[in-house]
């Protein structure tokens, strides 16, 4: 892992493969996962898309988005059933072959004990050239095919994927974020708001309104990759709450 | 709301708006629902994005999607602070001015008795020729430009917003959906699963992996629009699961 502080953050794009985020039969869980985790890497997610099982498609949107980020990290249809067309799109989107990776062969049969039937054949017959991601106690292998990490969609092996991951990943100082709560509504304080927002271009501030027994308050998120400034303006947002509250 | 049963299935497309969404501080629990609530209306949703609060890429994003889907959905960035920024790029989208909406204003002021601050105005002032979307207790009103509809981040309101939505889309007969859970792993299942797929190109079979306690199973769904094929299906697939376990 290369820790640049003061580089520009690198890019990435989410996407999610599967019909079953799309029906509302599995309720995504990997997307915030990720997001946190790339946060306190100091990589910038700009995207995420979720899209259905269909080949064409998928491999379209690989291609898409690996041109627009550094780095894409997909999730789901990796395994060995019909439904499953995330390698062969992958592989598609890349114009290279599928053929039978021999460290995956020697990860499901030498090291787990599997017999190779056709459905496990299939999980480890990957796109030339890729390479597998180191993750404990997973059968379905996830990897790297130049910027792309192809992982499942079961997010504790997700989860473990991504530790595989961390190692190649080029990351820079993340963040620094401060929270303030206002009991007021955000109409009140969209004026000062985005006042302190105009002198302040270098750094982010974000207001989420939320309801308490049915009272209207937000949380302003204060960002900046320079810890000093971020708490600089964060006293500034402080200051003008209190004069609002007077 | 016009229900044709055997017309083709209306496809949908839902833009999540946020910042807070692709840093992980907030977790999105509107695609899940709004995906379950397609479902019933016999309306298919195809693609889902989660992009930024960046005024460019919304109009952007809201452009490709209107243009590719029946419907689009949008969530978020429709408050008065200077982070909400999905009203300014819908009508940039549409090409059309801002203007104050004498209903919103109607409704704000006359029906939840506020008064017009800048903050207020602005969430008032929307795209020339939009109409509004009915909702209970929303001050941040929902609106439909087109075969957009833009609604709010905060879960309880978006909802609301559906309802107000329902009576202006074109429904179908929505898929039956038959779950199998199968305790078998799915490189054993795959074989026999994608020869039954193939042999019934009309109804979608889906294969969705877990574990319990280590131990590997699969959930096969199998959706049909005709009820009859789908538990024709059904009961193949059970024979299967049978004769594998036996």
Not at 32 to 42: K, S, T
Not at 207 to 228: K, Q
Request: charge should be negative; charged fraction near 25%; glycine fraction near 8%.
């Amino acid at each position: 892992m290369t820790t640049s502080p003061d580089s520009p953050q690198k890019t990435a794009a989410m996407l999610i493969i599967g019909d079953e985020i799309l029906s509302g039969r599995t309720k995504d869980a990997n997307l915030g996962y990720l997001a946190e985790w790339l946060v306190e890497l100091g990589i910038e997610l700009r995207e995420a898309r979720v899209i259905a099982d269909d080949v064409e498609v998928i491999a379209e949107t690989v291609n898409v988005l690996r041109q627009a980020y550094d780095y894409l990290f997909t999730t789901g249809g990796i395994g060995p059933t019909h439904d499953d067309m995330t390698i062969e799109a992958v592989a598609r989107a890349f114009g290279v072959p599928l053929v039978l990776h021999e460290g995956a062969r020697h990860n499901m049969v030498e090291v787990h004990g599997l017999e190779l039937n056709e459905g496990r054949l299939r999980m480890i017959t990957l796109p030339q050239g890729c390479e597998l991601v180191e993750t404990k106690n997973a059968i379905a292998p996830g990897f790297q095919m130049g910027n792309v990490f192809v992982m499942a969609g079961i997010p504790k092996v997700m989860q473990a994927m991504l530790e595989g991951i961390r190692p190649r990943l080029e990351t820079s100082r993340p963040y620094t974020s401060i929270t303030l709560t206002a009991h007021l509504p955000e109409s009140t304080l969209s004026v000062p708001l985005r006042e302190l927002q105009e002198r302040n271009p270098d750094v982010r501030i974000g207001s989420y309104p939320f309801y308490t027994d049915g009272i209207p308050g937000a949380d302003l998120v204060i960002r900046s990759r320079d810890p000093a400034r971020a708490r600089s303006v964060a006293e500034d947002v402080r200051l003008m709450i209190a004069a609002l509250m007077e």
